[in-house]
């Protein structure tokens, strides 16, 4: 039985973006096709437990869900064309038992979710839950509201998808840029969750970076006229070169600073490189292509062994004026810190308001360290505390609490 929970399990995990994908393009209804998809899952338990684990788990899953969906519509017949419509993939489910792959939909489906009918607030927690399978609660802590009313806030958003018949496919032209920006943030912090486990604890966030860089990527080629989606791409690959690095063989958590070079992948650093170049030839510049600029001078360590602070400092300068977000405006505080001194940090850090930053981890991690090096110890002991407390990762607590000392 615990074989089969594990079959279940990684078919869910490598295949649930797709499956919900693929179903929802052709019923037009995004609840339904996750409701036909969660019924497929638990048949499974009881299914594979009895006949054996599929050969084509996913191909059995998506027969399974589609023949649901078919269920559901006859049953309440709310449309005419349903049943027409989704006996159409009776054929190609078909089609996918004999075949080793079915037409991928995300790209479609991250569109639909950026749809203007769609209040903007709920985009990306939209394509948090429909594309990448991240649960209402775990999103509701990324927003920081409650998971009662994130979860109202996604049925209200697939319940417009179902009933304004919006059309699966990536927009035309003058449909795009309001689009693609949210699909650009919610890609991003899909990568942000999976690149939260670096350990890798939790396999499922292993497998978002994956995916997120894998959408990142079918984007880039699909938009090739579209720096900022070059740029995410180029982004999530530095930073995906470094993950080797970030752990000690005992698990210990690794600064930037104190990183391995060696351990860098330089092949991805290089994809890196011409990914950026390429965006930066549109010359469009954006906040994607300014973060992937950031992270490029990072990688110069690798070559010439310093970091070029001064650099660093001027691309934060750019990249707040662009997108002044919490993280950029920390960012150019540690960044200046480290070119300029921590007096001028830290009087950066001090024009953030308290209030936004009370769960913000990174914040006062970068305080205590901005204040402990002007030796100001009790504040730098409180605000190590605050940044332990806020710590999910359990290396990073540990990391901090040796800072702290």
Known sequence: MEEVHRAVEAAARESYGRLIAYLAARSRDVAGAEDALSAALLAALETWSRDGVPQKPEAWLLTTARRRLIDRARHERTRAESVLTLQLITDEAYEATTADKFPDERLKLLFVCAHPAIDPGVHTPLMLQC???????RIARAFLISPTTMGQRLVRAKTKIRDAGIAFEVPRDH???????????????????????????????????????????????????????????ALMLYCEARRPARRARDGRYVPLSEQDVGCWSRPMIEEAEQTLVAAAKLARPGRFQTEAA????????????????????????GLVQLAPSLGARIGRAAAVAEAYGPEQGLALLNEIETTAVAAYQTYWAVLAHLLRKLRREPEATQAYNRAIGLSEDSAVRQFLLKQRG
């Open 131 to 137: 594309v990448f399978g991240l649960d209402a609660a």
């Open 175 to 233: 449909e795009l840029p309001q689009r693609l920006a949210a699909v650009l943030e919610a890609i991003y912090a899909a990568y942000g969750s999976g690149w939260e486990d670096s350990a890798g604890v939790d396999s499922r966030r292993g497998d978002l970076t994956e995916e997120a860089i894998w959408l990142a990527r079918m984007l880039a080629q699909k938009l090739p006229a579209e720096p900022e989606a070059g740029g995410l791409l």
């Open 294 to 317: 950031i992270q490029s001078v990072h990688a110069e360590r690798a070559h010439s062994g310093r970091t070029d602070w001064l650099a660093i400092t001027s691309l934060y300068e």
